[in-house]
């Protein structure tokens, strides 16, 4: 049992980190949770998990749809400078591990090595947020032609749930970022560049990733 409460399965010792289908591995085994083992409660104060304050700070049963909140969010969880631990980024790959899910929002770690990216996609009708806790990454929008911003570590991005883009790491190190989405994704729609506009391609269901 995690310390969100759910039965999970703990990844074997030394990898904490899962590449590509990783959705069945609660990501339990964070470094939040080893602090609080390695802390007795008599000697130090526990620390709290940036999910419990989030928990506590939100009332049940209500999602933080606005954008700026997942923003907000993101910022919450970029402060804990283990975060990318949890990920092998010595992949070729991008990898992810989910933080945190519910009906109604998730959080995922996703870690970037040089030169990946996740293609043009949208949310399926999710609001979301992101933002970079190691390395760099830029985000690729759509308006009448291609739109770039670049985001450097601590920087972050709230979107609405109409909200089509690309994000790549186009630098020469790998890059972590923290991701927020509320509801939690059922799905993405992928697009394609063809005659100067973006194309509906097919679309993906939660699960598929
Ligand atoms: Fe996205």
Not at 191 to 196: D, E, I, L
Request: proline share 6%.
């Amino acid at each position: 049992m995690c310390g969100w409460g759910r039965a999970c399965v703990r990844p074997a010792a030394g990898s904490t980190s899962r590449t590509v289908a990783s959705t069945s591995i609660c990501s339990c085994a964070s470094a939040w949770s080893v602090a609080s083992v390695r802390t007795p409660a008599t000697t130090r104060p526990r620390r709290s998990s940036p999910m419990t304050t989030i928990h506590r700070a939100l009332p049940t049963g209500l999602a933080p749809a606005d954008p700026d909140e997942l923003l907000r969010l993101t910022l919450l969880l970029a402060h804990d400078e283990r975060l990318p631990e949890l990920l092998d980024l010595t992949s070729p790959e991008r990898s992810w591990t989910r933080l945190e899910a519910t009906d109604l929002m998730e959080v995922w770690l996703i870690g970037w090595p040089p030169g990946t990216g996740t293609g043009w996609h949208d949310h399926q009708g999710s609001s979301g947020a992101f933002r970079v806790v190691h390395g760099a990454l830029t985000e690729h929008t759509w308006d009448r032609g291609a739109r770039t911003r670049d985001l450097a570590r601590g920087e972050g991005r709230s979107f609405a749930a109409s909200h089509v883009h690309d994000v790549r790491n186009e630098g020469a190190t790998a890059a972590v970022s923290v991701h927020a989405y509320a509801p939690a994704l059922r799905g993405m729609t992928r697009y394609a560049v063809a005659g100067g506009a973006l194309v509906r391609q097919q679309v993906e269901r939660a699960g598929q990733w």
